[in-house]
């Protein structure tokens, strides 16, 4: 053996010790190459079927891919985009004493795992186990008492945007309560309007984005106003003239799913492109009426864009007449809400889209369409 | 007495038997242990007291994008504890279609193929978004689009032809010096050498550097860092032990392997020119390739240099040619063809070793070929050499940098 250096190296030594490394070596790098080479294969294949096309981009029909892909499991979820829209939760009615309706509530706060697009779980704290929780809806004047159990992992509250006492404004202190408690929230409702409620607890951002929050309409009652007793009587649920509106609860929502402050899903009532996929049912001649909040966190403003029409807009609903006249766009800051009139009755039947028109939010799952039809079968 | 001497007889053959079983045994009970402890393992599975509800690690690396005219394709590799699901994928911050090949949840160091039918504009940047069902995002850019060279024969044609050019014919030009070369003192030849380990030493760290950066790209199921280093590592001490099979090389053995050492590095180069290629961003413009020329041409000098006592016959220099620079034109087609950041580390890693190696080497016949052994090393035409090989390699080496 040659020797140059202070020690002497044998060819056996070097062997062995290049072996032992080229073992190590392979064990780092052996992936699933087979796999790799297979789609490759399948890859290359596709390739030369493209290159006989123009060498640019013509790209044609692309641009209508725009969507998520798939279905979100409704079943799982335990609550149907669809029904979110017209389901009202109106409580127990009963008679106090005075005569007076007092409407109970019950809610409890729940931990669910919830599907918001096809595929994508989040682990959402809710209201009656669905996002948004229920739409409640009284009456001017009723006696509320809404009684919250928080079975969830947190402590959590209900504050209601409405006029109430201190000690019932759910935030520390005043009706948050731990897990396993039970708070009675009691109160007039009043101002009419369309107004929200959503969990206090800190941190405030997250309890919010996680999913606790819900539409809380009070009906004008007719009696309280004399010079629009007509209007009043078409927001009262349950009146003849009500029953002639098509009505729906939207709610503006986002969800950050990898904790970035940032949304990667936004949506109106929760599920990305759900009014996309199965566009709104109105018939033509009827008129609709949106009850609609953000409450989307991390972005400032969200907007409501309405395509081919416009409508009357009235700010956080406690006016009768509109605040807005005749606009095709509206933009609501965090919690901001109102509801929305208009008509397709001019129109002819067809798919009439509407989503914000910040269209970040729009391409990542907040747009939806009506389906104007002439009447339903 | 009789008895007795028996046993003496029986002794001898018992003896090993008994030693074989002993042997046997402390060979079965290892064995039964990690049995045993194996049984333990997946019977009590202490794992689960880890467990806290918390979703899986997930990691997803990028490991090939391709863009053509029916949108954009992207290979990905899973990693992370679990198989993971890919649910949704945005470009650009919107949500697209897409289409996953094969199918379902991506298992552990598996890859799979995403399609997107996106409307890319030519020239500017995109962004594609992947959201798992944890939702979970991994995020991969794509800085310029534009269209992935389709492969056919011409296409694969010119890309070995620019092989030639980048590889070979620089490393040819460079063993044209030879003649003029010839006759050069002890001093000379010193400096010659000392040039040759410089320019090695520069391409040694070139070649680690960018080994350690792609791995860095790599899924982390590969161990980059690891790689890299067993392989040079290996590659180093095997050519070590081939080399030395018949006392140190000098002469042509030595240029063979200066050629070797240099074909590796050259594969390594070749496969980043073809990935170039093949991610869309190549904007080799003919500064590029000039710059790859002229730094290529000092490894036909370096190649020469241990020839110059011999006359070897002229095939002899096409074959030290083709072997230095040969590899380019495999590895624009490899890289082209099949990139992926892993396969790249490795050949550079590879490179490495060869290329340390042949440093050694050639430090070792610097010594013997002047006579004054160690001296030699710090003479002043050494320090020469070695200094103006690495600042020409460095000097070159910015005529390359995108």
């Given at each position: 053996m040659t020797r140059w250096g202070p020690f002497e190296i044998t060819r056996r030594g070097l062997l062995w010790g290049g072996v032992t490394a080229a073992g190590g070596s392979v064990i780092c790098a052996s992936g699933s190459s087979i796999a790799q080479s297979e789609h490759l294969a399948d890859h290359m294949a596709d390739h030369s079927a493209h290159t006989a096309a123009s060498p640019l981009p013509g790209h044609g029909s692309a641009h209508g891919a725009m969507i998520t892909v798939g279905e979100v499991d409704e079943a799982r979820n335990g609550f149907e985009t669809a029904k979110l829209l017209t389901e009202w939760d109106t409580g127990t009615v009963s008679r106090l004493p005075d005569g007076r309706v007092l409407r109970t509530f019950e809610l409890e706060g729940i931990d669910k795992e919830i599907e918001i697009a096809p595929g994508i779980m989040f682990p959402a704290w809710t209201y009656n186990g669905r996002v948004p929780g229920p739409s409640l809806r009284a009456t001017e004047g009723d006696r509320l008492r809404i009684v919250f159990r928080n079975l969830g992992s947190h402590p959590h509250s209900m504050h209601f945007h409405g006029i109430h006492a201190a000690r019932m404004d759910g935030v520390p202190g005043a009706g948050l309560i731990d897990p396993g408690d039970e708070f009675v929230y009691e109160f007039d409702a009043r101002p009419f309007g369309c107004h929200l409620y959503h969990c206090h607890a800190l941190p405030l951002k997250r309890h919010i984005q996680k999913g606790m929050y819900g539409l809380f309409v009070i009906d004008p009652d007719p009696a309280r106003h004399p010079e629009l007793t007509d209007i009043a009587r078409s927001r009262l649920l349950g009146t003849p003239e009500n029953a002639e509106w098509q009505e729906f609860a939207m709610v503006m929502?986002?969800?950050?799913?990898?904790?970035?402050?940032?949304?990667?899903?936004?949506?109106?009532?929760?599920?990305?492109?759900?009014?996309?996929?199965?566009?709104?049912?109105?018939?033509?001649?009827?008129?609709?009426?949106?009850?609609?909040?953000?409450?989307?966190?991390?972005?400032?403003?969200?907007?409501?864009?309405?395509?081919?029409?416009?409508?009357?807009?009235?700010?956080?609903?406690?006016?009768?007449?509109?605040?807005?006249?005749?606009?095709?766009?509206?933009?609501?800051?965090?919690?901001?809400?109102?509801?929305?009139?208009?008509?397709?009755?001019?129109?002819?039947?067809?798919?009439?889209?509407?989503?914000?028109?910040?269209?970040?939010?729009?391409?990542?799952g907040w747009s939806g369409m009506f389906d104007v039809v002439e009447a339903i079968a | 007495?009789?008895?007795?001497?028996?046993?003496?007889?029986?002794?001898?053959?018992?003896?090993?038997?008994?030693?074989?079983?002993?042997?046997?045994?402390?060979?079965?009970?290892?064995?039964?242990?990690?049995?045993?402890?194996?049984?333990?393992?997946?019977?009590?599975?202490?794992?689960?007291?880890?467990?806290?509800?918390?979703?899986?690690?997930?990691?997803?690396?990028?490991?090939?994008?391709?863009?053509?005219?029916?949108?954009?394709?992207?290979?990905?590799?899973?990693?992370?504890?679990?198989?993971?699901?890919?649910?949704?994928?945005?470009?650009?911050?919107?949500?697209?279609?897409?289409?996953?090949?094969?199918?379902?949840?991506?298992?552990?160091?598996?890859?799979?193929?995403?399609?997107?039918?996106?409307?890319?504009?030519?020239?500017?940047?995109?962004?594609?978004?992947?959201?798992?069902?944890?939702?979970?995002?991994?995020?991969?850019?794509?800085?310029?689009?534009?269209?992935?060279?389709?492969?056919?024969?011409?296409?694969?044609?010119?890309?070995?032809?620019?092989?030639?050019?980048?590889?070979?014919?620089?490393?040819?030009?460079?063993?044209?010096?030879?003649?003029?070369?010839?006759?050069?003192?002890?001093?000379?030849?010193?400096?010659?050498?000392?040039?040759?380990?410089?320019?090695?030493?520069?391409?040694?760290?070139?070649?680690?550097?960018?080994?350690f950066e792609l791995a860095g790209e790599s899924a982390a199921i590969f161990q980059g860092q690891a790689m890299v280093w067993l392989a040079a590592a290996a590659s180093f001490l095997l050519l070590m032990a081939v080399g030395?099979?018949?006392?140190?090389?000098?002469?042509?053995?030595?240029?063979?392997?200066?050629?070797?050492?240099?074909?590796?590095?050259?594969?390594?180069?070749?496969?980043?020119?073809?990935?170039?290629?093949?991610?869309?961003?190549?904007?080799?413009?003919?500064?590029?390739?000039?710059?790859?020329?002229?730094?290529?041409?000092?490894?036909?000098?370096?190649?020469?240099?241990?020839?110059?006592?011999?006359?070897?016959?002229?095939?002899?220099?096409?074959a030290l040619a083709l072997l230095a620079g040969g590899p380019a034109v495999v590895g624009l087609w490899i890289g082209s063809l099949a990139y992926a950041p892993q396969w790249s580390a490795l050949a550079l890693a590879v490179g490495a070793g060869a290329i340390l190696q042949v440093m050694v080497e050639v430090a070792a016949y610097l010594m013997r070929s002047d006579g004054r052994g160690s001296t030699a090393l710090l003479a002043p035409t050494t320090i020469a050499g070695l200094t103006t090989g690495v600042a020409f390699m460095y000097g070159t080496a910015m005529l390359v940098k995108i």
């Open positions: 929502n986002g969800f950050d799913t990898n904790f970035d402050n940032e949304n990667e899903v936004y949506a109106v009532n929760t599920v990305a492109h759900a009014y996309m996929k199965r566009p709104i049912r109105i018939v033509r001649d009827r008129p609709v009426r949106i009850y609609l909040a953000n409450v989307v966190e991390f972005d400032p403003i969200n907007s409501f864009h309405l395509h081919a029409n416009f409508f009357n807009y009235f700010e956080q609903g406690t006016t009768l007449t509109p605040t807005l006249s005749t606009v095709d766009l509206i933009t609501q800051i965090q919690a901001q809400r109102g509801i929305l009139e208009f008509s397709f009755k001019d129109h002819e039947p067809g798919l009439y889209m509407f989503h914000p028109h910040q269209s970040e939010f729009t391409e990542l | 007495m009789n008895e007795v001497s028996r046993i003496a007889a029986a002794e001898p053959t018992a003896g090993p038997a008994r030693k074989s079983r002993a042997a046997f045994l402390w060979l079965i009970l290892p064995m039964a242990a990690l049995g045993l402890a194996i049984v333990w393992l997946v019977a009590v599975n202490p794992l689960s007291r880890f467990g806290n509800g918390a979703p899986p690690v997930e990691t997803l690396t990028f490991e090939r994008t391709i863009l053509s005219d029916d949108g954009i394709r992207v290979l990905v590799r899973a990693g992370g504890s679990e198989p993971m699901t890919i649910a949704q994928v945005q470009v650009d911050d919107a949500y697209w279609q897409f289409a996953q090949d094969p199918p379902g949840p991506i298992g552990r160091g598996s890859t799979a193929w995403i399609h997107l039918p996106f409307p890319w504009v030519l020239g500017e940047a995109h962004a594609i978004n992947i959201v798992t069902n944890t939702g979970a995002t991994f995020e991969h850019e794509i800085a310029v689009a534009v269209p992935t060279t389709a492969h056919n024969a011409t296409s694969l044609l010119s890309q070995g032809l620019l092989g030639v050019l980048v590889g070979l014919v620089p490393v040819a030009i460079g063993m044209m010096f030879y003649p003029a070369l010839r006759g050069v003192g002890r001093d000379g030849m010193d400096f010659l050498l000392a040039l040759t380990v410089g320019l090695l030493a520069f391409l040694l760290v070139d070649a680690t550097a960018e080994a030395r099979r018949q006392g140190a090389p000098s002469g042509l053995a030595l240029a063979t392997f200066i050629a070797l050492g240099i074909g590796l590095h050259n594969l390594g180069e070749g496969l980043a020119i073809g990935a170039a290629f093949a991610a869309g961003a190549a904007g080799l413009g003919s500064f590029l390739v000039l710059g790859f020329m002229a730094h290529n041409i000092t490894e036909g000098i370096g190649i020469s240099a241990p020839l110059l006592k011999k006359r070897p016959a002229l095939w002899i220099f096409a």
